[in-house]
């Protein structure tokens, strides 16, 4: 059993910047993988990113050049810098681990965190 809690969520102005991080504890030693997905009022969630242990990336298109996804394995964290926001970047972030693939999502899920970019 993996516990995934995240944290620095909140409101930002558009083209302001967030940083959120995500610590994994229990089952740690399973985890390959940690990404971000997110959430929109209405619609599906969707990837943001995700980074294997040992590197490799995967960025949903809309973030690229924009967000950051880094990891420190030794504190089994993971983080997401998001600069130049948007308001359609508005969504619950949730935090993710578990598989073998950057592009395919784990199964282990944090509760979410708000992101809201408003003037």
């Known amino acids: 059993q993996v516990q995934l809690v995240e944290s620095g969520g909140g409101l930002v102005q558009p083209g302001g910047s967030l940083r959120l991080s995500c610590a994994a504890s229990?089952?740690?030693?399973?985890?390959?993988?940690m990404g971000w997905y997110r959430q929109a009022p209405g619609k599906e969630r969707e990837l943001v990113a995700r980074?294997?242990?040992?590197?490799?990336?995967n960025y949903a298109d809309s973030v690229k050049g924009r967000f950051i996804i880094s990891r420190d394995n030794a504190k089994n964290t993971v983080y997401l810098q998001m600069n130049s926001l948007k308001p359609e970047d508005t969504a619950i972030y949730y935090c993710?681990?578990?598989?073998?693939?950057?592009?395919?999502?784990?199964?282990?899920w944090g509760q979410g965190t708000q992101v809201t970019v408003s003037s």
């Open positions: 993710n681990a578990g598989g073998s693939s950057v592009y395919v999502s784990g199964k282990d």
């Open positions: 229990g089952s740690i030693l399973s985890i390959t993988v």
């Open positions: 980074v294997s242990s040992g590197g490799r990336i």
